[in-house]
């Protein structure tokens, strides 16, 4: 593994059922993050966790929840996918969660999510 | 509230400059960034300024003015990969990002 591996590329899922995004980073990264990037929007803050056995809520986290049991992954689940869940989630990492030079994020490649 | 502004779609030409302005209103301010993202995939770091000024690399130049809350990309000698799109986004004071909903460049030859 090299980066940030995400899990699966795609999927279509019918509403209501409960989906788990994977994410794995091999960076020994402290921080971690999930965002949803919709058509005409910003990247949006799901989740996020500052160090392994923490998390946070972020700007949207409703429908969402997540874990953080090791350093290296950190899970997205939703409980009983809606439509408006349809969007492509990114997984990212960075090395702190401070300011400063070195809190560039790294992404995974995304997951395109359908909920039907 | 807080904001990120910046032009939906640019057009320019192979070899040629071009410049793509920021705007932020945010809750406090600890640095910008400027990321790449081609169609379909994920975004790439770019570029970081914490202090006012130009900070060059390479072909791509960022500027920022924190009195002004505003910060420009500066593309030069342009290139048909260049053709992306580019990714606005501001550290706050929950050493969150936030993000602008980016700006399409289109590149032609």
């Known amino acids: 593994i090299a980066g940030i591996t995400q899990a699966p590329t795609s999927q279509i899922l019918a509403a209501g059922r409960r989906m788990t995004l994977r994410c794995t980073q091999d960076m020994r990264h402290n921080a971690m993050y999930w965002y949803r990037q919709d058509l005409g929007l910003g990247l949006r803050l799901i989740h996020y966790?500052?160090?392994?056995?923490?998390?946070g809520k972020g700007e949207v986290p409703d429908g969402y929840s997540v874990s953080r049991a090791n350093t290296d992954d950190f899970p997205l689940t939703l409980a009983s996918a809606v439509p408006s869940q349809t969007s492509v989630y990114f997984c990212?990492?960075?090395?702190?969660?401070?300011?400063?030079?070195?809190?560039?994020?790294?992404f995974g490649p995304g997951t395109r999510l359908t909920v039907l | 509230g807080q904001n990120i502004d910046q032009p939906t779609e640019m057009t320019a030409t192979e070899g040629a400059i071009v410049q793509i302005n920021c705007t932020y209103q945010?809750?406090?301010?600890?640095?910008l960034f400027w990321y790449q993202q081609h169609a379909g995939e994920a975004p790439t770091f770019l570029s970081y300024?914490?202090l006012d000024g130009l900070e060059e690399k390479g072909r791509f130049s960022s500027f920022l003015s924190r009195s002004k809350g505003y910060s420009y990309l500066l593309l030069k000698e342009l290139q048909m990969k260049d053709s992306a799109s580019y990714l606005c986004?501001?550290?706050?004071?929950?050493?969150?990002?936030?993000w602008g909903a980016g700006t399409k460049l289109i590149i032609k030859p």
């Open positions: 966790s500052n160090t392994a056995g923490t998390t």
């Open positions: 986004a501001v550290e706050d004071s929950n050493y969150q990002l936030i």
């Open positions: 990212a990492s960075s090395a702190h969660s401070l300011a400063g030079g070195g809190n560039e994020q790294f």
């Open positions: 300024n914490v």
């Open positions: 945010t809750s406090g301010f600890n640095g």
